[in-house]
């Protein structure tokens, strides 16, 4: 993965969500554009047209929904910590959440996958490939590509949703390391997000 094309997608990433927060008042719809055109990029990078022309296996499903659900367990755990370190999280939390307000549900269902496949062909098929590449297929290649997601969502000024990029794309990060391929970080970040915004009240006032 030339270094080149890493960056400038990331910051090609970086800048059309830094758009999305402050310049979108419609948020979701503003991460949603900004995404189409970051993958429709991407989709010019060889290594992710490879890796989305091989063939999903079966425990891919099943590794990436396990994981999903592994996952929102380890959201609630840490919820549960956070109210006692940091009171002040669920005000970021409510932000979150209030960005679907405004949407039809059936807007909202249709367009998530889409927002969640954008960034897994940026964020991990291209950004994550190099950060490994880089810094090697152990602890500082996935802490470096999961730290360059979390840099990419500063612009929304919200230090809820940049640690929980940065902790969640760990978990994506080592998916698409280990499956090779999108299936697994795919349903396990849709489950997530899906079960997050329209399951599970987790935020208080939300």
Known sequence: MPARTALALWALGAASMSAAFLAVRDHWTGVLLAMVVCAAVALGVPVVRQRLRARP?????????????????????????????????????????????????????????????????????????????????????????????????????????????LACGLVWAWLHLWTDRFVAPFLCHLVWDYVLLFVLVVVPGA
């Open 57 to 165: 296996r079966p425990r891919d499903f099943l590794v990436g929904a396990g994981a999903g659900v592994a996952l929102l367990l380890a959201t609630c755990a840490g919820i549960a910590v956070l109210e006692r370190v940091w009171p002040g999280w669920a005000a970021y939390g409510r932000a979150l959440v209030g960005w679907k307000g405004g949407h039809a549900r059936a807007y909202l269902l249709a367009t998530l996958p889409v927002i969640v496949a954008g960034e897994e062909l940026v964020w991990r098929g291209v950004v994550q490939r190099w950060a490994v590449e880089r810094f090697g297929r152990g602890p500082a290649g996935l802490l470096a590509g999961a730290a360059l997601y979390a840099v990419a969502h500063v612009g929304a000024l919200n230090p809820l949703l940049v640690a929980a990029a």
